[in-house]
Every structure is written in C-alpha cells, then in structure tokens.
C-alpha cells in the first residue's frame, strides 16, 4: 500500500505555544489529504480536509484560527495547532487519498499540553 | 447523514477461536466501505475496500463481506498479532470523506 509519513510522532509543548504536525505522502501525489482527531477509545473525528493549492475546507464546530492547514504541494499537508491548551492534548492523525481511491493514514501524533 | 455503527464494542478470543464483526452502515449511496486495523497509539493501516453487496474480499486469516446494509468482518483461526481494534468506515457516493464507526477491539489470547 501506499506510504504516510506523519511527524512528529509524539510532542509535549507548553500551553499557549504553537505546534506544527507534517503529513507527506511519500510515494504518490495526494490531491485531498484529511486530518483527524482521535479520542482514547473513541473513533476518529474529521476535523479538516485539504485540497493542494486551495483552502482547507473545516467540520462543523472545529475553529479554523485554531488549528491552521497548509496544503503546498501535492505530497504535503501541516496542522498547526496554534495557543494550544490542555484541552487540545489528543491523538492527530493524516490521511491521503489518490484520486478517489482508499484512504492512508500516517502514524499519528500523540499531542500532550502542559 | 451518513451512520455507521460495530458490534460488538470489544471481543475477547482464545486462539484458534473463529469470530465475526459487524458493521451496520446508513449512507446515501454507497460508494465504499473500508476497513481498517488499528493497533495502540498507531495510524490505522487499511485492510480492504468492498464497493457492492455480494462483494468478499479475503486477506490471510481475515475475509470481509458485504450486503445492503451491514458488513462483516470474519476472523479464521485467529492468533495473538491479530489483537488490534478494526474499524469501518463508509463513502457516500459523491462526497470524498469517510464516516468511521466506533471500533470494534479485539483481544486474541494464546
């Protein structure tokens, strides 16, 4: 399958600081990628979903001032979590799609905000 | 609004122990339905993609069908590294997102 890469892996930042997660497809061009947030034991919420080139288009209830995306090319995606919270400590996840083919997902960040 | 609901919330099995998951979905169209593993603290990694009902499509010790309405995702002689949560998702036909049930954990004990 296809190949994800998402980075960081795990971030701990002081509240009121701003994060950056990247998200590259490694091995095909993405023209939508996804971010998600994942709950513990819950399933994965779509928070946002970007278009290269375009902006990103956000779910109901999710502050698009808050949680800033980039799509510059068709191989990379960021999330900027900006003044985050400890609200904000969660599970972040990517995914890119082909074209209208199956989903891949990176490996997750596990965001912690003290 | 698309709906997708698994059944049951968490499995417990022996190994060798052969078992289904349900997936039940609501959607406007069905243009997939996706499953997916899970382990902790991981992105999911995808397991297959079913496009109409009669579908079935097999990976190792796992085979997923598909009708109107729901999907199954059936473990054969299932081992420990089976142990993961497994998750559904549906793709109304026109639209590009994914609808993600709950999750269905499985625990495989040797």
Redesign the interface.
Known sequence: ?AV?S?HPSRVICKSGTSVKIECRSLDFQAT?M?WYRQFP????M?MA?SNEGSKATYEQGVEKDKFLINHASLTLSTLTVTSAHPEDSS?Y?C?A?KM?T???????T?LTVV | EDQVTQSPEALRLQEGESSSLNCSYTVSGL??L?W?RQDP??????LF?LYSAGEEKEKERLKATLTKKESFLHITAPKPEDSATY?CAVQARGD???S????T?VTVRA
């Open positions: 399958g994800v998402q939508t996804f034991k819950q399933s994965l779509l979903t599970f996840i995914s799609r209208d199956e989903a891949f997902f990176g490996q997750g596990r | 243009r997939g996706f997916y603290g991981k992105g999911p990694e995808f993609t998750l590009y997102k994914l993600f049930g709950a999750g954990t």
